[in-house]
């Protein structure tokens, strides 16, 4: 199976301020199609999880630009550009390359 | 507007049984892939499987934590999914997601359902 490695916790970061966070791939993501079969997803709390990023680095519908995701080779990130108070939560991010498909353990982004 | 709509869940003794439903509307059902995912209280995701549909001949893969216990099906006439769950455990106590990918339009998890919790004790 695929691992994906997420940092528990990340730095209270200071609304409108930047912030990233960091998933790592076992092996690589990479499917014929071209695509890396990356999503990063939100799961605020008392909710269901929302799709903010697929293939790595495209963002779902209604997500704001504020969003971004990138890859260097197995390691992926998550970009904020200016975090907001409707931010928190823990944000997972999700390998979709082969079955089973897999989560990283989950990143609790705070506000300070 | 797309819709997703899981029930089912409850109290059950391990070794029980249990079988949820998804009701999914606002979307090709029939197009679709649907997938479970459930997620421990205070804990993270996890993926169970999928149920793919009937171009991909109705396959199902589940993850190694429930495999031979769990068993995915769906009704395309009734735009419904189901999770029959056998043999129990503590560890299967979890709140139950049904969320699906429609086949050359959604990349992956676009649309997730509020859940349903299942939680397996004495």
């Known amino acids: 199976d695929i691992v994906m490695t997420q940092s528990p916790l990340s730095p209270p970061v200071t609304p409108g301020e930047p912030a990233s966070i960091s998933c790592r791939s076992s092996?690589?993501?990479?499917?014929?199609?071209?695509?890396?079969?990356l999503d990063w997803y939100l799961q605020k709390p008392g909710q269901s999880p929302q799709l903010l990023i697929y293939?790595?680095?495209y963002r779902a519908s209604g997500v704001p630009d504020r969003f971004s995701g990138s890859r260097s080779g197995t390691d992926f990130t998550l970009e904020i550009s200016r975090v907001g108070p409707d931010d928190v939560g823990v944000y997972y991010c999700?390998?979709?390359?082969?079955?089973?498909?897999?989560f990283g353990q989950g990143t609790k982004l705070e506000i300070k | 507007e797309v819709q997703l709509v899981e029930s089912g869940g409850g109290l059950v003794q391990p070794g029980g049984s249990l079988k949820l439903s998804c009701a999914a509307s606002?979307?090709?059902?029939?197009?679709?892939?649907i997938h479970w995912v459930r997620q421990a209280s205070g804990k993270g995701l996890e993926w169970i499987g999928r149920?793919?549909?009937?171009?991909?001949?109705?396959?199902?893969e589940y993850a190694a934590s429930v495999k031979g216990r769990f068993t995915f099906s769906r009704d395309d006439s009734k735009n419904t999914a189901y999770l029959q769950m056998n043999s129990l455990k503590g560890e299967d106590t979890a709140v139950y997601y049904c969320?699906?990918?429609?086949?050359?339009?959604?990349?992956?998890?676009?649309?997730w359902g509020r859940g349903t919790l299942v939680t397996v004790s004495s």
């Open positions: 999700m390998q979709a390359l082969q079955s089973p498909f897999t």
């Open positions: 092996q690589s993501l990479l499917n014929s199609d071209g695509h890396h079969y």
């Open positions: 293939w790595g680095s």
């Open positions: 149920n793919r549909n009937k171009a991909h001949n109705y396959a199902t």
């Open positions: 606002g979307f090709s059902f029939s197009g679709s892939s």
């Open positions: 969320t699906p990918i429609e086949y050359g339009k959604w990349a992956s998890f676009d649309f």
